[in-house]
């Protein structure tokens, strides 16, 4: 495939990792690039081999992979415009994942020599070229298993190092300053005693686990920036774990907020507005890089739907004027028709006890295209603790009694108590099963919806359509939310926010909605797109028809009937 300059300049224009450039450096920059082809299935670098170019893609899909338990494991698959293989302009290492082409591709590389010839008229390459490489390293690190298939890292970025080690000086200063106490304790005050070595095994001991748990807290921050949303994920170990994310297609402006002492070590906030507020992006370095990428990404997701649309119409014209003359296939297809099904299969109303009892426990299922979360069961089991409890000390203290023990208390007397106690308590443990089976979450094709009721009394039922979705953040707080891992998600809609409370694994859930949004939002564009092509065909197919049917009307103009070509020049 022949790649002309004006195409290359165009990639290049779009490019995050060349598009700041302005238009002199851009012309003799593409002017360096080569084509190169490769077939389905073709390696285009191998893990472990030389870094001898970098590739821009023109057509098809390019996957990414690294070796995980001696087995390839994909991390990316880049598309149009995506770039890979920038290590090699970057450093002199040897390649640290492998680059396969999906389907047949075409590329645009550079060479480290054209690179480098070029390189003094590129003011801020490095910097770019660094975060790309290091994205990629961390996204082969950090796994990402909740992103979606179509869905792939493109910057990754931890806090700056420079906040770690301000964190880390307050577990250094105590570990120094018990080893200190205990060495005079040891040599002057109490010589010859065990407190000066326990003063420092002690202090030491507590040090080394305060920066342990410091640096993970540190490595458990993090952004990402994927083809598709932005988020940030921030954890406190054993207390706080929380993402805030952003669809692309909601942000409104990027802009950077740097400290005194943030200008002094080099790192900021990177601050992301979207419709419903801010997410902050904490101590990042190079953030005005970052922020840059950020607008560049978030711009070339709407140019790319913007394009996308506009192939689906003019392949749709060319259909309808294809079958020109057809005039059966110029109408509009017939509704699909409902489909009942059978009595059989019909939903049935289950009775008590098959309600009761149906999904005992489960804290997700799914049925009838909805996914239903319940509360995690540490709400039952705090709730139900007590008249278990109880329960238990009566059927101890009636053991007891018939094994000879507590003769003060009559037999007859404790075994009427139990049953009685029993029957309270098996009702008072029904009602809270019942109201907490009752507070239930759920995510459908089209809406999300909070459901309370409570025992033979009040219900109320808010919902809200996914395309109304604006946000969506988890928070999951404490030791026991952090152990039993639940939270709450907040979704907001609009001026109003929902929430699901103390449901398990929250960033699932998270991500549930996240795609059942996606689903939804792309439903409604494709509906609208086909209502659109389809008004626009039908009108161009109707005019050409009463073109061939009075071809007086054009001027007399005796052109016979047949499909008529609207880009053609006259």
Not at 181 to 208: A, E, H, Q
Not at 288 to 300: K, S
Not at 383 to 400: C, E, H, K, N, Q
Not at 514 to 528: A, C, I, P, T, V
């Amino acid at each position: 495939m022949r790649i002309d300059q004006s195409e290359r300049i165009e990639l290049l224009r779009q490019s995050p990792l060349f598009g700041y450039l302005d238009s002199g450096r851009i012309n003799r920059l593409a002017g360096l690039f080569k084509v190169v082809s490769f077939e389905a299935g073709d390696t285009i670098f191998k893990e472990q081999g030389p870094s001898e170019a970098m590739y821009i893609i023109c057509e098809g899909e390019v996957e990414l992979l690294t070796v995980h338990k001696q087995q390839e494991v994909p991390f990316s698959t880049l598309n149009r415009g995506d770039y890979f293989g920038e290590e090699a302009l970057f450093q002199d290492d040897l390649r640290f994942y492998k680059a396969v082409a999906a389907t047949d591709v075409t590329l645009i590389s550079l060479d480290v020599d054209g690179y480098l010839y070029i390189y003094p008229e590129l003011p801020g390459i490095e910097d770019r070229l660094e975060i790309t490489v290091e994205s990629r390293k961390l996204a082969i690190q950090i796994p990402f298993s909740w992103l979606g298939q179509d869905e792939y890292p493109l910057v990754v970025s931890r806090r700056h190092k420079a906040v770690l080690w301000a964190r880390e000086t307050a577990s250094i200063l105590t570990g120094i300053v018990a080893l200190l106490v205990g060495f005079i304790t040891l040599v002057n005050w109490l010589p010859g005693r065990p407190y000066g070595g326990l003063i420092m095994g002690l202090g030491g001991g507590i040090s080394l686990i305060w920066s342990i748990w410091t640096y993970f807290d540190w490595r458990n921050d993090y952004f990402l920036l994927t083809n598709k949303r932005v988020v940030w994920i921030e954890k406190v170990a054993l207390i706080y774990d929380s993402r805030k994310e952003a669809p692309l297609r909601t942000i409104m402006s990027v802009g950077e907020q740097r400290t005194r002492l943030g200008s002094l070590l080099g790192y900021s906030d990177v601050v992301v507005m979207t419709y419903v507020g801010t997410i902050r992006l904490h101590d990042l370095a190079k953030a005005d890089v970052i922020a840059n990428l950020i607008e560049t990404y978030w711009h070339q997701s709407d140019d790319s739907n913007r394009r996308e649309e506009a192939e689906i119409m003019d392949l749709k014209l060319r259909e309808k004027l294809e079958n020109f003359g057809h005039p059966e296939d110029l109408t509009r297809p017939a509704p699909t028709q409902r489909v009942e099904p059978d009595e059989e299969e019909k939903i049935r109303e289950p009775g008590f006890l098959a309600w009761l009892f149906s999904d005992f426990i489960r804290l997700r299922y799914e049925g009838n295209s909805a996914i239903t979360y319940r509360k995690h069961w540490f709400v039952l089991v705090r709730a139900t603790w007590l008249p278990v409890l109880l329960m238990l000390g009566m059927l101890a203290v009636v053991i007891a009694r018939m094994t000879g023990g507590l003769q003060f208390i009559p037999l007859n007397a404790a075994l009427y108590g139990l049953i009685g106690l029993m029957f309270v308590d098996f009702l008072w443990v029904l009602y809270q099963y019942a109201d907490w089976r009752n507070d239930v979450f759920q995510v459908t094709l089209d809406q999300i919806i909070d459901f309370d009721r409570k025992p033979l009394g009040q219900v109320r039922r808010r919902s809200a359509p996914l395309e109304n979705v604006l946000s969506i953040e988890y928070e999951r707080k404490g030791f026991w939310g952090f152990l039993f891992n639940f939270g709450t998600v907040y979704i907001t809609v609009g001026n109003t926010r929902l929430t699901f409370d103390f449901v398990y694994n929250p960033s699932e859930v998270q991500q549930d909605i996240f795609y059942r949004m996606g689903e939804r939002l792309e439903q409604l564009r494709q509906y609208e797109i086909d209502s659109e092509r389809e008004r626009i065909s039908e009108w161009i197919a109707s005019y050409h028809r009463r073109v061939a049917q009075n071809p007086q009307e054009q001027g007399g103009s005796q052109r016979p009937p047949g499909p008529a070509d609207p880009f053609e020049v006259r």
